[in-house]
């Protein structure tokens, strides 16, 4: 702080000083609060006109030099700011076209401290930044479908599961694309609104992982099966986001299922039914926002070889079924499958044109317009967050297809729960294909993609 | 023969419900794992009350003498059960080589199958409560062929085969009888209270205990003896070692009837009972044409030529679909062969899947049944009918899990 006002050629006050960060419970740590405490510093000291730091609100990080340097979470104190009522934010040059995206709020880029100290005497000006430039738009989407050969399973399953925001299991052995795949999915999920951006914006820049533009993509996070429970879902003593919260809008994908820790995988069940995270911290609690879907992926079986190979025992087999059943099996609605793909198939596919990702993502929204206007009104924005309740509510079925139903229901068991899943689905199928009114096939193919539930092999 | 109306004397029924008095003492006398009544439902009324009751008896005695039959009766009568007491006309005859009878069976559903009972020669299908995929599918094919058959097949109504065993043997349009280890209006687990309708609506549901019984530890190995019993042969579907199924084998082979069992993998646990069985000299079975001809002789009764035939779907998009999905278990390769959209593809597995053609494979891929799903009698209008299987929240369920002795996990 000293060297920095030094190396501005202002004056570090030789005086007692005391610092009061106000109000005391809250934890404050970073780098981000030296801005303001320097010009606390020289306002106290006369050094700039008390009355001029009215309205402004400031972060940033000072080095030795006096240049202010770039910190995580611009967008969230530009944010804060507006939330607080400022008029104004001065934060990093380099954070500023970040902080610009949110509105209402005139935000400046400051590169210096020395050059701060000037504005606030009039002596310089700097116009309002202007928001990072907006998307090079439409195909950024570099991972597209079409690039995927083969899989015809895995990408209808994909396009469902997108139309519906349903959780998607997907099988198969490693290798096969089943990663490949799950990334392609932000792809064909609709653009997020700008709201939505700015939320997702908000999150990485917290995290430090943003690039400082507005997201034009839905996040697709990949964490490792190691992870904790707290870097899944956030929190740490100074609470950060967890994985769920960074997917937050977009994909959390859990490739190996089975392999994450049991505590870990527990923990999504809670952001997963209410979309936000609580992390309780001393008096307070903090809630970050966690509405992902989520796509995970396991193996046919322990030894993950094709079924024909496969030299598991069926101890082995039900012991790594156990692993996967839980509650967030429960948030599963499609199960699909990724084939190993013979080196013959992927050549001979060529020929095939396949749907891009933009022409998938087309039918994916007009599915979901419909859905939005059939579910007004009820919280739900999909088929994917319809609860048990509504569910059955929502999705009518004629006599004939109730009838169909209860049968399939009596003959392979299904559980209350994956009765609902499968009319969700069957929903969803018929939201794609533009229908209102229910078919059988569409119930016929929901069936084929549920999972074999714990339920049913108790039964 | 003309039907016999089933009746009971005063010295049955007052037996009867005297067991009932005693069944939470004799759980606290038995209720450890493995536990058999043994020689205890053998005993004498006045041993019995010594032996359970000790310094209580006068007063349980007392109690007795004041129970007013023609009451009860009148009870039982209100709520349509009969009760057919060991000297009955109507009391199955082979019941009554076991060393201890039950005094009374009360009946609950088409009591006119208990006729039926006196000529068929029943068998007992039995086994785990977590059977796989393969046992499940046995379990039923059996079913469904004796049932077909005209062979009344006897089990427990519990989870996994015996359940299955009773829905194949509805749908084959044959007689169920279920022996319960509680009273045989009283439904264990909750969630088979639509089956134990059906089975009342096709053939029978009997107990030793009188309605309203809760079912103890010790009455389910009690129940196993009463399904030896009645029938000719037992037929053990999948069974760990220790298990409940081994016990009502224990019971078939002392009383010197056949016992058989399914073979199974020697790498699954569910199998190692069956296995141990066939070792020991149990009947194999393959299929119900095995029972059939183990019972009555090779070849002297066939079953009904509908159960034979290996049948193809109506729908040739079907029959195409799923004599591709025999050969092959990925989605995207049954695709392939038939020309199919995925959507297509998943949407005709799913039907053949509701209709009983193909069942799945543990986590991917399907297998072919043994090919005869809902046809000619009881058919689909069966499984059709009426509200779910299930109840949604079978939660007392969990209070009692008393039916293998070692649990299966």
Known sequence: ?459 | MTAIAPDSCDSCLRRAFLIARLAPRIAGLLDRPRARVAGLLALSEADLLEAVAGPHSDRLLEELDGLDLGHERERLADRGVAALCCHSQAYPPLLLELGDPPAVLFALGRLETLEALRQEPEVAIVGTRNPSPYGREVAYSLGRGLGAAGVPVVSGLALGIDATAHRGCLTGGGVPVAVLACGPDVVYPRRHRRLHERVQESGVVLSELPPGTQPFRWSFPARNRIMAGLARMTVVVEAADPSGSLITTDFARDLGRSVAAVPGRVTSRVSRGTNGLLRDGAVPITGAEDVLDELFGAGMRPLPPHETARREPDDPRLARVLEAAERMGSVGAIAAATNLDSGETRAALGRLEAEGWLVRRDLGGWERTLGRPESAPGGGGDLASGSPDEDPAPAGDAVLDPEDPMPDD
């Open chain 1, 1 to 459: 702080m000293r060297a920095a006002l030094l190396n501005s050629e202002l004056e570090f006050p030789q005086k007692r000083l005391t610092v009061n960060l106000a109000p005391a419970h809250v934890r404050k740590a970073g780098p981000s609060f030296d801005l303001a405490i320097a010009v606390g510093l020289l306002a106290a000291s006369g050094q700039v006109p008390e009355e001029a730091l009215g309205g402004h609100a400031l972060c940033g990080e000072l080095s030795l030099t006096g240049e202010i340097r770039p910190v995580r979470g611009a967008l969230a104190a530009a944010l804060g700011a507006r939330r607080a009522g400022y008029r104004s934010v001065l934060v990093p040059q380099a954070n500023a076209p970040e902080a610009a995206l949110v509105q209402g709020i005139e935000v400046r880029g400051i590169p210096s401290l020395r050059r701060l100290a000037d504005l606030l005497h009039g002596r310089w000006s700097a116009d309002p930044a202007l928001p990072s430039a907006p998307p090079e738009s439409a195909s950024e989407t570099e991972l597209d479908l079409a690039d995927v050969r083969g899989q015809e399973d895995a990408k209808r399953a994909l396009e469902i599961a997108a139309a519906g925001g349903h959780n998607l299991l997907m099988i198969g052995p490693p290798g096969a694309g089943k990663t490949m795949l799950a990334r392609r999915l932000p792809g064909i999920l609709p653009p997020p609104t700008f709201e939505e951006a700015l939320q997702v914006t908000q999150m990485h820049s917290a995290a430090g992982i943003g690039n400082g533009k507005l997201a034009t993509e839905r996040p697709f996070r990949a964490p490792h099966h190691t992870i904790s429970a707290q870097g899944l879902v956030g929190g740490g003593n100074r609470p950060m986001p967890g994985e769920i919260t960074l997917a937050h809008r977009g994909v959390l994908f859990l490739d190996e299922l089975p392999e994450f820790g049991r505590a870990a995988v527990d923990a999504l069940r809670q952001p997963l039914e209410e979309g936000y995270v609580e992390i309780m911290r001393g008096q307070r609690a903090l809630e970050f926002p966690a509405n992902a879907m989520v796509v995970a992926a396991c193996n046919r079986c322990p030894c993950a070889r094709g079924a024909d190979a496969c030299s598991c025992t069926s101890v082995e087999l039900a012991r790594y079924r156990r692993r996967l059943s839980g509650p967030l099996l429960d948030r599963i609605d499609l199960v699909c499958q990724v084939d190993q793909v013979p080196a013959l198939q992927l050549v001979g596919s060529e020929r095939q044109a396949q749907p891009p990702s933009v022409e998938i993502r087309e039918r994916v929204m007009r599915a979901r317009e419909r859905q939005q206007a059939r579910l007004s009104g009820t919280g739900a924005l999909c088929n994917g967050d319809m609860d048990g309740r509504l569910t059955r509510r929502k999705v009518q079925l004629d006599a004939a297809l109730t009838a169909g139903v209860l049968a399939a229901r009596d003959r392979l068991n299904l559980s209350g729960r994956g009765h609902d899943r499968v009319l969700r689905v069957a929903r969803t199928i018929a939201d794609l294909d533009g229908r209102e009114h229910l078919r059988d096939t569409d119930l016929d193919e929901a069936l084929s993609y549920r999972l074999e539930d714990g339920e049913a092999l108790a039964a």
